[in-house]
């Protein structure tokens, strides 16, 4: 495990003027694509912050930014209880690999796979430089408070109004809320566990004002220098979640979703594909 003094978060946009280019993003139009029911939104990765840049400028109410993989999607289909967290969340992204191959698939691929870190990391850069507030509750509290440390070494500007560990008792869990309450951040980042994290989020928009919402899982170790980022191989495959299952063992159980997933996908395509053949197969008949 690196040293927290030897972790860097390098990126090409450092030198360029990303405020002013999140500006000329066109958010206009923000196009979906349905993935076995859950409607994902179509967007690169400056899109999709130009999107939450936008619910900030406008403060018209809360927004929560929800991140789904394919295990996550399979508990959030229509006809699952979770399935109102999907819909009622103000932006789906796309995270894992596996949901631009289930789009390419259905045939309608996706512009870009967003990870949680990159978004993370460049929000965070933004709000250094446009004094945006922010709260971080999530993950043990060692973690948070080496993420803390290791975020004001890189952005000695940033302005963290709130820090506090997921491990919450009634006591805790209201001084958490009140404490959000109070600081009103602009941008709220929980690094909880799935779907713990979400189900949180929902039972308490009453405490987030106009905050933004995003949930991170376990991205918060990983800042924190506790955790390493998957290998280039997993990353550029998108196969981040495999990565995770070697050096989590425990989490085999995830693979009976990600079969289920795969053969849903299967099954939903040879669907499409053959209605598609009876279709043309009927206008070559009435021609």
Do not use: C
Not at 155 to 175: K, Q, T, W, Y
Not at 260 to 285: C, D, G, H, M, P
């Amino acid at each position: 495990m690196k040293d927290p003094k030897e972790i860097t978060h390098n990126s090409s946009k450092e030198e360029r003027d990303y405020v002013l280019e999140y500006q000329n993003v066109d958010i206009s139009k923000r196009e979906k694509v349905s993935i076995l029911g859950v409607e994902i939104d179509n967007l690169t990765r400056d899109e999709a912050i130009a999107n939450i840049l936008d619910f900030h400028k406008k403060k018209e109410t809360f927004h929560h930014i929800l991140f789904l993989d394919p295990i996550r999607l399979m508990t959030m289909r229509p006809g699952k209880n979770l399935n109102r967290i999907a819909r009622k969340a103000s932006l789906v992204l796309p995270e894992g690999g596996g949901l631009s191959w289930a789009a390419d698939q259905l045939g309608t691929p996706l512009k870009e796979r967003i990870s949680v870190i990159s978004l993370m990391m460049d929000l965070i850069r933004y709000s250094e430089k446009k004094e945006l507030t922010l709260f971080f509750l999530g993950s043990k509290e060692d973690i948070i408070e080496k993420l803390f440390f290791n975020l004001i070494r890189h952005f000695p500007e940033i302005r963290i109004v709130g820090r506090h560990s997921g491990h919450l008792n009634d006591a805790r869990d209201l001084m958490v809320k009140e404490a959000i309450r109070k600081t009103n951040p602009d941008i709220i980042f929980i690094g909880m566990d799935f779907p713990r994290q979400e189900i949180w989020i929902e039972n308490n928009t009453g405490y987030f004002g106009k905050s933004i919402i995003i949930g991170a899982w376990g991205n918060f170790d990983t800042l924190s220098g506790k955790v390493k980022k998957a290998p280039d191989y997993f990353q550029l495959r998108g196969l981040t979640w495999l990565w995770r299952i070697f050096i989590r063992p425990y989490r085999l159980d995830k693979i009976f979703y990600m079969i289920q997933f795969f053969v849903s996908i299967k099954l939903e395509n040879w669907k499409k594909n053959r209605e598609a053949k009876l279709k043309a197969k009927e206008e070559i008949t009435q021609s």
